[in-house]
């Protein structure tokens, strides 16, 4: 039996940012995962700043090896199709100028990024990664928990667990009661094909929000090689009221639609279309107990609006690892001390969440989603408003706001208030 102070269960990109957190801190860790690297795991692939950004606050030098990869498309922005059709291109930031060495997104298979994951995980003396381990059984002892996959021939006991096991991770379930909850749950399917035609410029990635399937929308997000990563995600609830089969549904989509199906016309598609569930972070659970925390999918941090979970995933791992650090320090481990995380991920993480919340449910109404478009389309201003807003968060708390609209309507934006207006000219 192994014995460590924090083993994390899980090794997709929140396990992986916890590990690589607490090595670069200078504390061991065990990590675990039950498949063998490169593993696929179904995404739209879309990795956001908040990534980019974590990774080189860790050590650049992750960012720059990456960046020498060839297997991502750098993204510069999102284009937005409302029901009306109408489009708006919002780049991720005002005025850019494409830089190929530092692009604010990027599109990467995962089979590709989470064994890049791994690469660096491998780099790291201190920690210890084990593959093709599945742990089955979570028991309490008087270290804190004892791990063991289903035959008992592997175990670890250690002071801390983090949970890094994804969606459907049996220990969110089963010990720290995060029970599903259709209408803070989304479905999504995707497939990758090759030969679609008229993509965006600059990899701006695809949002079409289409009149019987918001609030969600079908994606197309640019690959390298000509190929892309198209996809449907709903609400779970409304999937289930409305019985929308998805995978159906995304090819009616391809096959019919008047804005998208030309686009199609000479695509192929690769391997499969395939589905998992989005647990979403619209409602606030609690991600501790004793012993242990909650990261990334495993405590239901993803978007309930846009569907992004990896930048959650890495940011409460590197907010777990750092927990897990005074933990040790002080040797306390309980549920009252270890409550400490859920506040800090309240604080990083809470707000954005509410008002994502809000946005999705204003958007399902696809009325709503016509009317906000034609305003953005009328004014450029209001465009570097939006491009702002991805790195503002106080400036995109504006958008559930009816005053701001009637401003944009009106075709007034605020330029006498100095912050907005440098954020507008970037
Ligand atoms: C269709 C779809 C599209 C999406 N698109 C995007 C997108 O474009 N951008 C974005 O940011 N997010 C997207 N997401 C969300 C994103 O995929 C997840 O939020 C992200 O993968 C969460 O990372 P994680 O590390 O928490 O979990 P995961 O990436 O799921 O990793 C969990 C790991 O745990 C391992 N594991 C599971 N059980 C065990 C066990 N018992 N023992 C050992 N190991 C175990 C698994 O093998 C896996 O490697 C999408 C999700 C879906 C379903």
């Known amino acids: 039996m192994l014995k460590t102070d924090v083993c994390i269960v899980g090794a997709g990109p929140g396990g992986v940012a916890t590990a690589l957190k607490l090595s670069y801190l200078g504390i061991p860790c065990i990590l675990i995962d039950k498949s063998v690297f490169p593993r696929d795991k179904i995404c739209g692939d879309a990795i956001s700043g908040k990534v980019s950004t974590l990774l080189n606050r860790l050590d650049p030098e992750i960012m720059f090896r990456f960046n020498q990869r060839d297997r991502q498309t750098d993204v510069w922005g999102v284009r937005f199709v409302a029901p009306n059709r109408k489009i708006v291109d919002i780049p991720f930031k005002p005025g850019y100028i494409r830089n190929e060495?530092?692009?604010?997104?990027?599109?990467?298979?995962r089979v590709d990024f989470d064994a890049f994951l791994i690469e660096e995980v491998k780099r790291r003396d201190n920690i210890q990664f084990f593959d093709q381990t599945a742990i089955a059984e979570f028991e309490r002892n008087e270290d804190g928990y004892l791990l063991s996959t289903a035959n008992r021939a592997f175990q670890v006991s250690c002071r801390l667990l983090i949970d890094a096991s994804g969606a459907h991770s049996p220990f969110s379930r089963k010990h720290a009661g995060l029970e599903m909850d259709h209408a803070h749950h989304a479905g999504a399917v995707r497939?990758?094909?090759r030969n679609v035609k008229d993509f965006a410029v600059d990899n701006f990635i695809e949002l079409h929000f289409l009149k019987d399937t918001t609030p969600g929308y079908f994606w197309v997000f640019p690959l390298p090689n000509g190929e892309a990563n198209v996809g449907l995600g709903m609400r779970s609830d409304i999937i289930k009221d409305r019985k929308v089969n998805l995978r159906k549904e995304m090819l009616r989509i391809i096959a019919e639609d008047p804005s998208i199906a030309p686009r199609f016309a000479d695509a192929e598609l690769i391997g499969e279309i395939q589905g998992y569930g989005l647990p979403l972070g619209s409602k606030t659970r609690q991600l501790s107990g004793d012993h242990y925390m909650l990261v990334g999918d495993a405590g239901h941090l993803i978007d309930p609006l846009t569907g992004e979970g990896i930048g959650n995933?890495?940011?409460?791992?590197?907010?777990?690892?750092?927990?897990?650090?005074?933990?040790?320090k002080k040797e306390i481990f309980s549920e009252k001390f270890l409550t400490a995380y859920d506040i800090r991920i309240q604080r990083v993480l809470g707000s954005e969440m509410k008002l994502s919340y809000q946005m999705q449910r204003i958007g399902s109404k696809p009325f709503l989603l016509n009317l906000v478009t034609n305003i953005i389309q009328s004014n450029r201003k209001i465009l570097d408003y939006f491009s702002a807003m991805y790195t503002d968060f106080g400036l995109r708390g504006q958008l559930v706001k009816p005053w701001f609209w009637i401003k944009m309507w009106i075709q007034r934006p605020d330029l006498k208030n100095p912050r907005i207006e440098k954020d507008a000219k970037g």
């Open 101 to 109: 060495k530092a692009a604010p997104g990027y599109v990467s298979k």
């Open 191 to 193: 497939a990758y094909y």
């Open 313 to 328: 995933a890495f940011y409460s791992g590197i907010i777990a690892a750092e927990q897990a650090e005074v933990c040790l």
